[in-house]
């Protein structure tokens, strides 16, 4: 069966400080991977997504980066983090042209920015 | 521009009741409509519609889409206190990589 890892689970950042979030998922090959931010009161909204190593789509203009190194890796970068970067990070994957578009959720990063 | 909106934005209910949770979409290249339940930290997933009128059932959870009214609902019946969560739900869009488009989610609250 499938499986998705994030880590960490918390973090407490400084503003102007780097981020670096991992995404693991284990039990597939060539999985649609994304990012997505919830924000206090508001949905998800989507960051990133990708459909193989090295191809990335952004969704939002920010000061967020996306890398996907490995097939299954999926990582989250900041040089430097604003407030407005707190709130909770999700990775999700996919099946690659199957589904109907379903996706899992890894267990999420809760990033607070001070 | 792509929406979903969900009603009510949140309910308080108590065990025993029937509950019926909405969702419209406006989704370009609608593809299907899916439903998680987020409890305290990753969203599950619950289910996936892509035919109207057809309900899918898990236990005392099931739903519905109509795609002429492009909405769907989540009915809750019997509730008990552990169906406490955020439903989320989210259109798809399809594409070279589908992408989901959620909604704020309906916050229910069920007492003892």
């Known amino acids: 069966s499938q499986t998705i890892h994030q880590w960490p689970a918390t973090l407490v950042q400084p503003v102007g400080s780097p981020l670096s979030l991992e995404c693991t998922v284990e039990?597939?090959?060539?999985?649609?991977l994304y990012w997505y931010r919830q924000a206090a009161g508001r949905g998800l909204q989507l960051l990133f997504y990708s459909v193989g190593i090295g191809q990335i789509s952004s969704e939002v203009p920010q000061n967020l980066s996306a890398s996907r190194p490995q097939d299954r890796q999926f990582i989250l970068s900041s040089k430097k983090l604003l407030l407005s970067d707190s709130g909770f990070y999700l990775c999700a994957w996919s099946l690659a042209g199957g589904s109907l578009g379903t996706q899992y959720f890894g267990p999420g990063t809760r990033l607070t920015v001070l | 521009e792509d929406k979903v909106v969900q009603s009510p934005l949140s309910l308080v209910v108590h065990e025993g009741d029937t509950v019926t949770l909405n969702c419209s979409y406006e989704?370009?290249?609608?593809?299907?409509l899916l439903w998680y339940k987020q409890e305290k930290k990753a969203p599950t997933f619950l289910f996936m519609l892509t035919s109207s009128g057809i309900e899918k059932k898990s236990g005392r959870l099931s739903s519905i889409l109509d795609k002429k009214e492009l909405s769907s609902i989540l009915n809750i019946t019997a509730t008990q206190t552990g169906d406490s969560a955020i439903y989320l739900c989210a259109g798809v869009t399809q594409g070279g990589s589908e992408k989901l488009v959620f909604g704020k989610g309906t916050k229910l609250t069920v007492n003892p």
């Open positions: 989704v370009t290249n609608f593809r299907s």
């Open positions: 039990g597939t090959s060539n999985p649609n």
